[in-house]
């Protein structure tokens, strides 16, 4: 059994509604809504994708303005989780969904940039053209291409503004 089943469980007869009250005081990094801002007014197409579930991750999407996410799916029946997992996802699945992404907007991987934090990044971080470790584990510094501190995601703007002058 995967330990993803288990955590699942725990999601049994919850509405779908409820979730985002709760996630409404979700503890988040700073500067989520102006990296997000930033990126689409140069031309970058934020993509999220996530270990988190499926109400995480739709959540933040459509509080910060991503243009899309991937994650792992809780199965629901009549508007209430199941505690089932509808549909698993990993480290792989994460780079595949960031990778289909990028084609169907007709950009090459090369041409892409990731931001990360840890061992679930580096597939991704090895696909792509930047690769930027945020207040990252070692081995997600070890595999990006740049490493940013600071506990605020403004801080990786410079490292994606190489990405719009690229493009240009």
Do not use: K
Not at 54 to 78: I, N, Q
Not at 117 to 126: N, V
Not at 130 to 142: C, E, H, I, R
Request: charged share 20%; net charge negative.
């Amino acid at each position: 059994m995967f330990s993803s089943e288990l955590d699942a469980r725990g999601w049994a007869g919850v509405l779908e509604e409820q979730v985002s009250g709760w996630l409404d005081g979700l503890p988040l990094v700073a500067g989520i809504t102006e990296t997000v801002g930033w990126c689409r007014r140069n031309g970058l197409v934020p993509v999220l994708t996530t270990l988190a579930w499926s109400p995480v991750g739709s959540y933040l999407t459509e509080r910060f303005g991503f243009h899309a996410f991937g994650g792992p799916r809780l199965e629901t029946t009549d508007s209430r989780f199941t505690g089932r997992v509808a549909c698993h996802f990993d480290e792989y699945d994460e780079r595949d969904f960031a990778l289909a992404q990028a084609r169907e907007l007709g950009l090459a991987p090369g041409s892409c940039g990731a931001v990360g934090d840890s061992r679930s990044d580096l597939p991704l971080f090895a696909s792509v053209g930047l690769s930027v470790a945020f207040d990252a584990s070692a081995g997600a510094q070890a595999a990006a291409t740049v490493m940013v501190d600071g506990g605020d995601l403004r801080g990786v703007l410079p490292a994606l503004g190489h990405l719009v002058t690229a493009a240009r």
